[in-house]
């Protein structure tokens, strides 16, 4: 890795919380590595188990549920099956109905994420898709993750850079 790229990476100190992923022989494609589509699903699953786990959101019946609005994933180096991986989340951004989540995905020992990414939720009325104000429960949690900025262009493992 080159000066620059050590510069811009993603470490597990700037996560706030984990979960353990086991790759699926499915997950991985003609190339012998986890298929770029797949990764969305890790966000998708790291993001929702801190939601039900952390915030109380109950999927099934909660009145206000979350969307996924934007997404967006870096690749940073292959992981494959089978492998044990750590999904990491922090929340970069917090505003009234919607939050910005930043993932990383890490192979199992390593400190630098083989894969980095955002997921943006918008919460809703369950009947009319509307946005409306994130639960107070769910907000609480949320702060507990949330991360004033982290430039990439910092010193590794510095979060630093004062809030825009």
């Given at each position: ?145 949330f991360v004033a900025c982290l430039s990439l262009t910092r010193p590794m493992g510095r979060a630093d850079s004062p809030a825009d």
């Amino acid at each position: 890795m080159g000066e620059t790229d050590m510069q811009q990476a993603e470490l597990r100190e700037d996560y706030g919380y984990f979960t353990e992923i086991t790759t699926r022989w499915m997950d991985n494609d003609i190339y012998g590595h986890v298929n770029n589509v797949v990764y969305y699903s890790y966000f998708d699953s790291v993001a929702n188990q801190y939601l039900i786990a952390e915030g109380g959101l109950d999927i099934h019946s909660d009145r206000i549920i979350g969307f996924v609005v934007a997404s967006n994933c870096q690749y940073k180096s292959p992981i494959a099956y089978p492998e044990v991986i750590s999904a990491g989340l922090r929340v970069n951004k917090l505003g009234n109905s919607s939050v910005e989540y930043g993932i990383a995905i890490f192979q199992q020992s390593a400190q630098i994420a083989s894969a980095t990414g955002t997921f943006t939720h918008v919460f809703v009325d369950r009947d009319t898709n509307k946005s409306v104000p994130i639960p107070a429960t769910i907000r609480t949690a949320l702060e507990k993750l949330f991360v004033a900025c982290l430039s990439l262009t910092r010193p590794m493992g510095r979060a630093d850079s004062p809030a825009d």
